[in-house]
Nanobody, 123 residues
Framework: QVQLVESGGGLVQPGDSLRLSCVGS????????MGWFRQAPGKSREFVAA????????DYADAVEGRFTISKGSAENTVILQMDSLRPEDTAVYYC????????????????WGQGIQVTVSS
């Protein structure tokens, strides 16, 4: 049973924007916190951003603060990651995750994970 499904990844040039979406279902909907992580080749998975399902309390990693925005989508059970001013170092597989609250998401505590989606930033 798939509970978190990501979409919107792809190949873009440096400075471009990209919008990732995550749709939750099943048990994921019982988790009040939602967020995004990423894993670049040869590196460990890292926190990107988190928000509560009601759309408040956003939290960001320093590397993306001011460039990325996480928000509740207009469609039901959807969380959006708007990525602006993309850099080659943003290249990674991006994962959606659900947890008990924003702090639990940031600290990777007992999360439900999506399958991941590739984002490549290259000229």
């Amino acid at each position: 049973q798939v509970q978190l499904v990501e979409s919107g990844g792809g190949l873009v040039q440096p400075g471009d924007s990209l919008r990732l979406s995550c749709v939750g279902s099943g048990r994921a909907l019982s988790r009040p916190g939602m967020g995004w992580f990423r894993q670049a080749p040869g590196k460990s998975r890292e926190f990107v951003a988190a928000i509560a399902w009601h759309g408040y309390g956003a939290d960001y990693a320093d590397a993306v603060e001011g460039r990325f925005t996480i928000s509740k989508g207009s469609a039901e059970n959807t969380v959006i990651l708007q990525m602006d001013s993309l850099r080659p170092e943003d290249t990674a597989v991006y994962y959606c995750a659900a947890g008990d609250n924003v702090a639990a998401v940031r600290n990777s505590l007992n999360l439900i994970w999506g399958q991941g989606i590739q984002v490549t930033v290259s000229s």
